[in-house]
């Protein structure tokens, strides 16, 4: 059974930092290329940052510089760092696993920045 749990999300204020994690079981961790994406309300659920089995990652422009997304392969675990926090990145965060094959989603942690 796969199971991606996320954890981290609370309400902060706009400039701090927050780290979300997701822990994985149930699949071949290290193979998966793993990823966040984000719902606001009222909104689609958009890509927020990848990290490929290889270690490469990709931002969508408006973390770009604020987010690093990193993974330990030997903790089955995928992390979000975020920092600079704005109100524009309250939403809802799920943690995504893929491979060409395989498509695997958490239940998702909120995260508000508001003051």
């Known amino acids: 059974q796969v199971q991606l749990v996320e954890s981290g999300g609370r309400l902060v204020q706009p400039g701090w930092s927050l780290r979300l994690s997701c822990a994985a079981s149930?699949?071949?961790?290290?193979?998966?290329?793993m990823g966040w994406y984000r719902q606001a309300p009222g909104k689609q659920r958009e890509l927020v940052a990848v990290?490929?089995?290889?270690?490469?990652?990709e931002y969508v422009d408006s973390v770009n510089g604020r987010f690093t997304i990193s993974r330990d392969n030997a903790k089955n675990t995928l992390y979000l760092q975020m920092n600079s926090l704005k109100p524009e990145d309250t939403a809802v965060y799920y943690c995504?696993?893929?491979?060409?094959?395989?498509?695997?989603w958490g239940q998702g942690t909120q995260v508000t920045v508001s003051s």
């Open positions: 149930g699949i071949t961790f290290s193979l998966y290329a």
């Open positions: 995504n696993a893929r491979l060409p094959v395989s498509n695997y």
């Open positions: 990290i490929t089995s290889s270690g490469i990652t």
